[in-house]
């Protein structure tokens, strides 16, 4: 049984315990909570290479007691050269390999700006010491995971089509075992160089001119002039307000919209008991509406057909949840879209949070290993479409649909609370999991996060519809959700990693914190 842990000096939880050590050595050294993520961003880069790298996007929430919370969009666009014409002759963009490696990476860019918001919180840490973990795993290496060995062996023969791929993650051509030394030289270097020259260097320096040079050569559309374009955006996050608290996530291009609503209309049904068959039913139906308006809006922020905060607001919340039936599950043909990542959270002594999240899309991105500096490029275009007419059709400076998306409550009592998972189309699913456990039905923050879950829609390398369950969930719940027309698949596993690898942090209005990780990760949860 893992239980929740419980500090008053910090906590930081990662999907990897070595990410989570370094922004609670942050913590222990006087940092922030954005220092601290800072520093679990970069070691989860290094000691999770298949989740996510400084190739890919980022989206953090971050709040400070008094004030509302801060979001920035650390999404990278489509690369300039990115139109129809340059793939002409496919039927969609390749997804791995060079052409899938079409938009800018924006994640160091959010490292940036939320340092610069942190700024005014008072002396900064020096970035050589944020960067110091991330560093020291990369030379001297890290003990290779179970997923990621699983992961690479499965996907190895398409992935080692993509250059670089094979001399950065292969051992003689094949996956690397389990607890294996994997050292990552060429991305010490690298960031030991942001360390050094500052992180604007990713796109404005030295590192900026290496990485366009090796992209281009490669076949990417990615040029100079891309890096040097790129800047992150603070934006306002979407809110949607429950009796309990006030729930908070990112605006277009991500699917936060679809996570609020998932709850919203899942507090409305008013559900008394949880873990009982109404629970689960409510929350699946209401995920099918919140992913049908998602599909018909969701797209680059400047080509919305429709804002999307007055999808939060009550009367469209009513009319939505008038479609729900308790007694019988809508007929679910959409067709889900892969995609991997890490959600990270950090609370320090002061009550500042940070919600924040990183992603290269699926595993191991689009593949490429830049040869320069060993930064593994997203594969996160794929999601765009090469049909003009299309929602999310592709162009020039376009940002694509992200699966992304961070998420913090503010509670009527004064704690605040920052959650979130990796997952792809699971994560407005696990939030709504997670959540609704805590807050409505009154379970510890661990066992929210370490109950049983399920998942509509696909698992890792396979696209379906069906509904999948862990098998630690009930063969009379099981019964009972096939009787209300779920099509139920009922996975093997206790705890499936195909459920994402959910935490969260709870700041307490008396100081007290409390996080919780998934069992389902290679994670922790370090309180300071």
């Given at each position: 049984m893992i239980h929740t842990q419980r500090s008053y000096g910090g906590m930081c939880v990662a999907p990897h315990h070595l990410a989570a050590d370094a922004g609670c050595d942050v913590l222990k050294a006087g940092g922030n909570a954005v220092e601290a993520m800072v520093a679990a961003a970069a070691a989860v880069a290094v000691a999770y290479p298949h989740m996510n790298a400084l190739g890919g996007d980022g989206f953090w929430l971050i709040h400070e007691p008094g004030k509302p919370p801060l979001a920035i969009d650390a999404c990278g666009p489509a690369a300039g050269l990115a139109t129809p014409d340059f793939y002409a002759g496919h039927a969609s963009i390749p997804e791995r390999g060079p052409l899938a490696a079409l938009t800018m990476a924006g994640t160091v860019g959010g490292w940036h700006e939320a340092l610069a918001v942190a700024a005014d919180w008072g002396q900064a840490l020096p970035l050589e010491q944020l960067l110091a973990d991330a560093i020291r795993h990369a030379e001297q290496g890290i003990a290779v995971t179970r997923s990621q060995q699983q992961l690479t062996a499965k996907h190895r023969e398409r992935l080692s089509a993509s250059p670089g791929f094979s001399d950065a993650f292969l051992n003689a051509g094949e996956a690397p075992l389990e607890g294996s030394r994997l050292r990552q030289p060429r991305l010490a270097s690298t960031l030991r160089r942001l360390a050094e020259a500052g992180l604007d260097d990713f796109y404005r320096g030295e590192l900026a001119t290496s990485m366009a040079r090796d992209l281009a050569a490669l076949g990417s559309p990615l040029r100079r002039?891309?890096?040097?374009?790129?800047?992150?955006?603070?934006?306002?996050?979407?809110e949607v307000s429950l009796d309990e608290a006030t729930l908070y996530n990112l605006p277009a291009p991500t699917q936060g919209v679809a996570s609020l609503m998932i709850l919203a209309l899942y507090a409305r049904l008013e559900v008394a008991e949880g873990e009982s068959v109404a629970h689960l039913h409510g929350l699946i139906e209401a995920t099918k509406r919140a992913f049908i308006l998602r599909d018909h809006l969701v797209t680059d922020p400047e080509r919305l057909p429709a804002p999307l905060q007055p999808l939060l607001e009550e009367a469209a919340l009513q009319r939505e949840v008038a479609q729900i039936d308790m007694q019988r599950a809508l007929p679910w043909p959409h067709q889900a879209l892969p995609g991997d990542t890490v959600w990270l959270g950090c609370v320090d002594s002061q009550g500042r949070a940070v919600s924040f999240i990183q992603s290269i899309f699926w595993e191991f991105g689009s593949g490429v290993v830049l040869p320069e500096s060993g930064v593994l490029w997203q594969n996160r275009g794929i999601s765009f479409s090469l049909d003009t007419d299309s929602l999310r059709g592709l162009g020039p400076g376009r940002k694509p649909f992200h699966t992304l998306n961070p998420a913090l409550a503010r509670f009527r009592d004064?704690?605040?609370?920052?959650?979130?998972?990796?997952?792809?189309?699971?994560?407005?699913?696990?939030?709504?999991?997670?959540?609704?456990?805590?807050?409505?039905?009154?379970?510890?923050?661990?066992?929210?996060?370490?109950?049983?879950?399920?998942?509509?829609?696909?698992?890792?390398?396979?696209?379906?519809?069906?509904?999948?369950?862990?098998?630690?969930?009930?063969?009379?719940?099981?019964?009972?959700?096939?009787?209300?027309?779920?099509?139920?698949?009922?996975?093997?596993?206790?705890?499936?990693?195909?459920?994402?690898?959910?935490?969260?942090?709870?700041?307490?209005?008396?100081?007290?914190?409390?996080?919780?990780?998934?069992?389902?990760?290679?994670?922790?949860?370090?309180?300071?």
């Open positions: 002039d891309d890096f040097n374009r790129y800047r992150p955006r603070r934006v306002t996050p979407l004064g704690r605040t609370l920052v959650y979130g998972t990796m997952g792809g189309e699971g994560q407005p699913q696990t939030q709504a999991a997670v959540f609704s456990r805590y807050a409505f039905h009154h379970q510890t923050l661990q066992q929210a996060v370490s109950a049983p879950r399920w998942l509509l829609g696909r698992t890792w390398g396979e696209s379906s519809t069906n509904l999948k369950l862990e098998s630690r969930i009930p063969d009379d719940t099981v019964t009972a959700l096939r009787a209300l027309g779920h099509d139920v698949e009922v996975l093997p596993e206790a705890f499936s990693d195909s459920m994402g690898h959910a935490g969260g942090i709870v700041h307490h209005p008396d100081g007290l914190i409390e996080g919780a990780h998934d069992p389902r990760s290679d994670g922790g949860a370090a309180g300071c």
